[in-house]
């Protein structure tokens, strides 16, 4: 028993751009990931710039918790867009999901009018793009 199955790239009929997308996603969840688990500070005052007050301990941990779950979930993104395309469209999806609602929460709920992270800005343009590949990995190839 092999720890992945064959292949479904065959059976993926959306644009096989939407699938690199994905791809590029997955890394660009990685690395953030990598970041925010093995920096010492987790990324929270060196790029986000936050000021940690004396709760230090607890924000660089749940910086190191949410990095634990970003790099495993960027693998899968670049596993589904290489191997696994028929869940492309799944995937983009639960992107758009994410980052609106990293969007929604940033600067509309809990973060609005306080200090936005360079994660704010990216969302808005992420979301966007990812409607557009979302939309072509839904359309059928001739």
Known sequence: MALLPDSTNRDYRGATISAWWLV????????????????????????????????????????????????????????????????TPLFLALIILERGLMLLDGWFLKGAGGHHPPEHYASVGVVAITLVFLALSLRRKA
Do not use: K, N
């Not at 990931?33 to 936050?50: E, Q, T």
């Not at 924000?59 to 869940?87: C, D, K, M, N, S």
């Open 24 to 87: 590029l996603m997955g890394v660009g969840t990685i690395v953030p990931g990598c970041i925010h688990y093995f920096l010492p500070d987790g990324g929270s005052r060196v790029i986000a710039h936050l000021d940690l007050g004396d709760r230090a301990r607890i924000i660089i941990a749940v910086f190191a918790w949410f990095g634990a779950l970003q790099i495993p979930h960027g693998v899968a993104e670049v596993v589904i867009g290489l191997r696994y395309r028929t869940l």
